[in-house]
């Protein structure tokens, strides 16, 4: 399995009117559309950052997982998403590894991702979000 780059980290926001005072007007950072994730029940905009982006992620239902992660831990780092080369390759190797996954095969996420999430119980804690693009 090949990891090329960290390709974002998503961030747990209660606006993403509020988030982009900082994340867009004070660091400068230009403001892609919104995108409704209705399965997830999430709104999500990416901002670039050098060769990565910062996604910031606010509920549409408190019952969603952004919902839930921000009831129970307040806005913050919510996930680090790894841009893998092939990701039925990735989750397949990472599976014989014995690491637990979330998402056994890919499903869709922003702007036409293949994204798959490994289990934190698996990586020391940290939500990991494998994507290809
Ligand atoms: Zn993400």
């Given amino acids: 399995m090949k990891v090329l780059k960290i390709d974002h980290l998503g961030i747990a926001v209660k606006s993403i009117n509020e988030g982009k005072k900082f994340w867009g007007d004070l660091l400068g950072l230009w403001l892609e559309e919104s995108e409704a994730m209705k399965a997830e029940k999430l709104i999500t905009t990416f901002f670039p950052i050098g060769e990565s982006e910062i996604e910031l992620l606010e509920s549409t239902d408190p019952e969603g997982p952004i919902g839930r992660f921000l009831e129970k831990r ?48 698996s990586t020391n804690g940290v939500l990991v979000e494998l994507c290809e693009k």
């Fill in 74 to 121: 307040g806005e913050g780092i919510h996930h680090v998403a790894f841009r893998v080369e092939n990701i039925e390759e990735a989750l397949k190797e990472l599976k014989e590894k014995g690491i637990r996954l979330i998402d056994e095969t890919p499903r869709a996420g922003a702007r036409g991702a293949k994204i798959a999430f490994l289990h934190p119980k």
